[in-house]
């Protein structure tokens, strides 16, 4: 039997006075998982800006975003039975009169790094991760 599961793929970022970070996290164990976006599970449903909230509050502390941006080009993968969808999100988090001090990771969280979008990018290890970043990297400028 077929099987189809959607995943949101959320970039946290803030706009600083004079440049733009990005939030990148690593999954426990930490050697084993690259730094990423912040990634979950669309449960039957449940919509995209419900999921979003769900996860980044789960996995940063973060309860409310500045904005909420699509990054459209959802990606599509079939593994044997299992179709796997994934959406790019982007979550603006902080701004010059507020940025984001105090974060509170999740207990999967091992790390949590802010990033300007050349060290962000060289992180990234999934093509479609690296384009996403790069069309919101685009859409702030």
């Known amino acids: 039997?077929?099987?189809?599961?959607?995943?949101?793929?959320?970039?946290?970022?803030?706009?600083?006075?004079?440049?733009?970070?990005?939030?990148?996290?690593?999954?426990?164990?930490?050697?084993?998982?690259p730094l990423g976006p912040v990634v979950g599970v669309v449960t039957p449903g449940e919509q995209f800006e419900q999921a979003i909230r769900r996860e980044v509050h789960a996995e940063t502390g973060l309860r409310r975003p500045v904005h909420l941006l699509d990054l459209r080009d959802p990606q599509k993968e079939l593994f044997g039975d299992l179709g796997l969808v994934e959406w790019p999100f982007a979550w603006q988090a902080g701004t010059p009169s507020q940025p984001v001090l105090d974060l509170h990771p999740g207990p999967q969280v091992g790390e949590l790094q802010w990033l300007p979008f050349d060290a962000a990018y060289r992180e990234l290890e999934l093509p479609n991760d690296r384009d996403a970043l790069v069309r919101l990297q685009l859409e702030l400028q």
Do not use: G
């Open 1 to 33: 039997m077929f099987s189809l599961e959607h995943r949101v793929r959320v970039f946290v970022f803030q706009v600083l006075d004079r440049r733009v970070e990005y939030l990148l996290l690593r999954q426990k164990p930490r050697a084993e998982w």
